[in-house]
T-cell receptor, first 113, second 116 residues
Framework: TQLLEQSPQFLSIQEGENLTVYCNSS?????LQWYRQEPGEGPVLLVT?????EVKKLKRLTFQFGDARKDSSLHITAAQPGDTGLYLC?????????????FGKGTHLIIQP | GAVVSQHPSWVICKSGTSVKIECRSL??????MFWYRQFPKQSLMLMAT?????????EQGVEKDKFLINHASLTLSTLTVTSAHPEDSSFYIC????????????FGPGTRLTVL
């Protein structure tokens, strides 16, 4: 069974600060996805990383996939109240198959104005 | 693009009744759809994987006779919770993937099920 450990589980910071969320596993994944979920809604895909060492940027969000494809990080610079939400990492092993995603437990992020 | 809808958004039912939840891919054909369950303050847990025209594959610990999944077309999958009980109350979320080998899954908005 593949597991994804996500940390921290809860984070409350002031607007303008930077933060990093980590997603770690002892298993190798073919892809790693980051989602953001609002209460009562489904997750919304932020980014997919598939290559070891890959870095992707989405405005103030920077995503990195570890060289060994076992871990990933999400870094937010100058956090804003609109960034508040549940951030989920999810590992996939698609490779032509039909596997569902393995989700981390999520990081509840609160940005205080 | 890549919009997935679910119906209903929320449902309240009596214990012992069955409830059907629909998941539709609106602007693409989904060869594979997935059903997840999420309890309050927790992450998503995969329940089953369904491919169009074939039987669903259930995760360990998920009762296939209780959670009936049908994927009759490339745009529609249904989850039926049979003889629902209060412990089945949860947030059920489906996702769809366009083609095998593609990584991205696109999620529906979820269905809140409350069993009284």
């Amino acid at each position: 069974t593949q597991l994804l450990e996500q940390s921290p589980q809860f984070l409350s910071i002031q607007e303008g600060e930077n933060l990093t969320v980590y997603c770690n596993s002892s298993s190798v994944f073919s892809s790693l996805q980051w989602y953001r979920q609002e209460p009562g809604e489904g997750p919304v895909l932020l980014v997919t990383v598939v290559t070891g060492g890959e870095v992707k940027k989405l405005k103030r969000l920077t995503f990195q996939f570890g060289d060994a494809r076992k871990d990933s990080s999400l870094h937010i610079t100058a956090a804003q109240p609109g960034d508040t939400g549940l951030y989920l990492c999810a590992g996939g092993n698609s490779g032509g198959g039909a596997d569902g995603l393995t989700f981390g437990k999520g990081t509840h992020l609160i940005i205080q104005p | 693009g890549a919009v997935v809808s679910q119906h209903p958004s929320w449902v309240i039912c009596k214990s012992g009744t069955s409830v059907k939840i629909e998941c539709r891919s609106l602007d693409f054909q989904a060869t594979t759809m997935f059903w997840y369950r999420q309890f309050p303050k927790q992450s998503l847990m995969l329940m089953a994987t369904s491919n169009e025209g074939s039987k669903a594959t259930y995760e360990q610990g998920v009762e296939k006779d209780k959670f009936l999944i049908n994927h009759a077309s490339l745009t529609l999958s249904t989850l039926t919770v049979t003889s629902a009980h209060p412990e089945d109350s949860s947030f059920y979320i489906c996702s769809a993937r366009a083609l095998a080998g593609f990584y991205e899954q696109f999620f529906g908005p979820g269905t809140r099920l409350t069993v009284l």
